[in-house]
C-alpha cells in the first residue's frame, strides 16, 4: 500500500517546542524539574482561568489519577465509582490501591456517566455497608459530562469528584474549563491528545497543600534531611523538564489545536448530512462546548442498508485509514469482568454501533478527500 496511513489522533507541534528544550539543555535542566516545569505549570493555570487551582505537572494522566486517590484515602478494601465507557487508565489506579470499582453505565446525551445510575449505585453500595470513597467522571472524546448533576449527586453523599479530562483540555461546560471543575482534575499529555509532551500528565487541585503532598508523593516522598529518608512510601511521577519545554510550545497553540479538531468535526457534519442512517454525535445543548478531540458517529445498519460499524471500519482500514470502536466499557473488560456494574445497556450499545474517525488537527486537504472518498465508496456498495 503506498498511500500514507492517516492516524485517528497524532501529535501536531507548534513550532516553539524546540526552542524549550534547547533552552534546557543550555542551562543544563536535563532533570524532573527546571524552569520548563513550573513555567508549563503556570501557563496551564492560566488557561484553565479559575480560582484558587494548583497545577502539579506529572509524567501521565494515570499517575495523576493514582496521586487524586491516594490524596482521597483510597485503599485497600475501598471502593470507588469509575464511568464504564472510558480508557482503561481511568480504573486501573483503583485497581493499584487494592480497591475496588464500582462501573456506572452511561446516558445517551453526553456518553458519560449516566447520573441516575450514580445515585442508583450510590445508594446501593452504602446499603451493602460501604460507601463510595469517590467518582471518577470523564468527559470522553472531549464532551463534557453533566457536571452539575453529578456534582449535586456528589454533594448529596458528600462523595468527591475526580474529574478525568484526559481528552478534554479546551472543552467549557458552563463557559467553565474542563480540568477545573472536579475536587481533583486530570489532564493527560499522552501522544495521541489534543496537545502531547510526548508522555506526561498533570493533576489540578483546588488547595496548595494537595498540590504539595502530590509533589512530594511523586518525588519519591522524601523527608526534610540531610541524608534520604522516608517516612512513606513514594513514586517517580514528575514530568521531566524537556517534556515539559514540548508543553510550553504546544500550550502556544492549544486554541488553534481546539480550532482544528473543531474543523474536522465540522468537516463530518457535512460529510454525513445527507447520508442515511450515520449520526455524528453532537454537543446536547449550548451549555457544552466540546474540543471535539475525537469525531464520533454512530451506525444504524438497519438504515444504511446493510453497511455496519465493522463494514466501515474496515473499508475505511482498506485504504489505510485508522478509526476505532468506541472505548470497550470496563464493565465488559475481561479484566474487570468480576466487579460490580450498574446501568440500562447504553454504553454497551454504543460499543456495538459507535465509531471514532480519524480527527487530527494536522490533516491535509488530501487526507479529508480521501476519508470522504472511502466513506462514499463504502456506503454506495
Ligand atoms: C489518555 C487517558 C488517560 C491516561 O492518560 P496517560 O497520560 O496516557 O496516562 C486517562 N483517562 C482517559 C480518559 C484517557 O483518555
Not at 517517580?236 to 482544528?260: C, F, H, P, T, W
Not at 460499543?351 to 491535509?364: A, E, I
Request: proline share 4%; hydrophobic share 35%; glycine share 8%.
Amino acid at each position: 500500500m503506498n498511500k500514507n496511513k492517516i492516524w485517528l489522533s497524532s501529535p501536531h507541534m507548534g513550532g516553539n517546542e524546540l526552542k524549550y528544550i534547547n533552552e534546557a539543555f543550555k542551562e543544563n535542566w536535563i532533570a524532573p524539574l527546571g524552569p520548563n516545569v513550573t513555567g508549563f505549570e503556570e501557563e496551564i493555570k492560566q488557561y484553565l482561568n479559575s480560582e484558587n487551582i494548583e497545577v502539579a505537572a506529572l509524567s501521565s494522566g494515570t499517575a495523576a489519577l493514582h496521586l487524586a486517590l491516594i490524596l482521597l484515602g483510597v485503599g485497600r478494601g475501598d471502593e470507588v465509582i469509575c464511568q464504564s465507557m472510558t480508557f482503561a487508565a481511568s480504573a486501573n489506579p483503583i485497581a493499584y490501591l487494592g480497591a475496588t470499582p464500582v462501573f456506572v453505565d452511561s446516558e445517551a446525551d453526553t456518553l458519560n456517566i449516566c447520573p441516575n445510575q450514580l445515585e442508583i449505585a450510590i445508594k446501593d453500595r452504602i446499603s451493602k455497608g460501604k460507601k463510595p470513597k469517590a467518582i471518577i467522571a470523564v468527559h470522553l472524546y472531549g464532551m463534557p459530562y453533566k457536571v452539575d448533576e453529578v456534582n449535586a449527586i456528589a454533594e448529596k453523599y458528600e462523595t468527591p469528584v475526580i474529574e478525568d479530562s484526559a481528552e478534554a483540555l479546551g472543552s467549557t461546560y458552563k463557559g467553565r474549563n474542563c480540568g477545573s471543575l472536579g475536587d481533583f482534575s486530570i489532564l493527560s499529555f499522552n501522544g495521541n491528545k489534543i496537545i502531547t509532551t510526548s508522555g506526561g500528565g498533570a493533576l489540578i487541585t483546588k488547595d496548595i497543600k494537595h498540590k504539595n503532598k502530590a509533589v512530594f508523593l511523586a518525588t519519591q516522598a522524601r523527608d526534610d534531611a540531610p541524608h534520604y529518608q522516608h517516612s512513606q512510601i513514594g513514586y517517580n511521577y514528575r514530568l521531566s523538564n524537556i517534556s515539559a519545554g514540548i508543553g510550553r510550545g504546544q500550550m502556544e497553540v492549544l486554541d488553534k489545536r481546539v480550532q482544528g479538531r473543531r474543523n474536522m468535526f465540522q468537516f463530518y457534519v457535512n460529510l454525513f448530512r445527507d447520508m442515511d442512517g450515520i449520526k455524528v454525535f453532537e454537543e446536547p445543548n449550548d451549555l457544552f462546548y466540546s474540543n471535539h478531540w475525537l469525531t464520533v458517529i454512530t451506525v444504524d445498519e438497519n438504515i444504511t442498508g446493510g453497511v455496519s460499524r465493522e463494514d466501515l471500519r474496515k473499508c475505511l482500514d482498506s485504504e489505510n485509514i485508522e478509526s476505532r470502536p468506541l472505548w470497550k466499557p470496563m464493565h465488559m473488560q475481561p479484566v474487570f469482568s468480576k466487579d460490580p456494574y450498574y446501568g440500562t445497556g447504553i454504553a454497551e450499545e454504543m460499543f456495538k454501533n459507535g465509531l471514532c474517525l480519524p480527527s487530527g488537527s494536522n490533516l491535509s486537504d488530501n487526507d479529508r478527500d480521501r476519508i470522504s472518498l472511502a466513506i462514499v465508496n463504502c456506503l454506495k456498495n
